[in-house]
């Protein structure tokens, strides 16, 4: 009888924690937000969300392929980044899938079990 219990591990960085002073990335504290894809966990320094461009998500623009899409992680609440830059985005074939920075730490550890190829840009939650 097989085991159902078991969720594939997932591979690539991982968020073991969430919290007021950042990311927990395996055993490296992230104070600010973070970017995640497959083989990296790299530091975000993103100020709001309503200050976020273009040029903020170049290091994601830059890979090939393209994630499938990007969870966009907007600190403590679910917030909608500006249509314009939504637009600019998905221009490119960048598509944003926005939610809480926690909700979206969780999403990340179980699409990355399945193999799926997303990125992740994870604004801190705050105080």
């Known amino acids: 009888m097989a085991n159902l219990d078991k969720t594939p591990a997932a591979v690539g ?13 395996s055993d490296r504290i992230v104070p600010g937000g973070l ?14 969300l309503e200050a ?12 090939f392929p ?9 600190g403590a609440t679910l917030r909608r980044p500006a249509p314009a830059l939504t637009a600019a985005l ?3 074939g ?4 926005p939610m809480d920075s926690r909700a ?8 990355r ?5 997303i990125a992740a840009a994870l604004m801190p939650v705050g105080e």
């Open 52 to 63: 976020l461009t273009e040029a903020d998500f170049a290091f994601l623009l830059a890979l």
């Open 94 to 97: 960048l598509f944003l899938e």
């Open 13 to 25: 960085p991982i968020v073991t924690a969430v919290g007021p002073s950042g990311f927990r990335v």
């Open 104 to 111: 979206a730490a969780r999403t990340w550890g179980l699409l």
């Open 35 to 48: 970017i995640l894809t497959p083989d990296n966990a790299v530091d975000w320094p993103v100020a709001s």
């Open 90 to 92: 998905e221009a490119k």
């Open 66 to 74: 393209l994630p499938e899409f990007v969870l966009l992680g907007t």
């Open 113 to 117: 079990g399945e193999g799926r190829a």
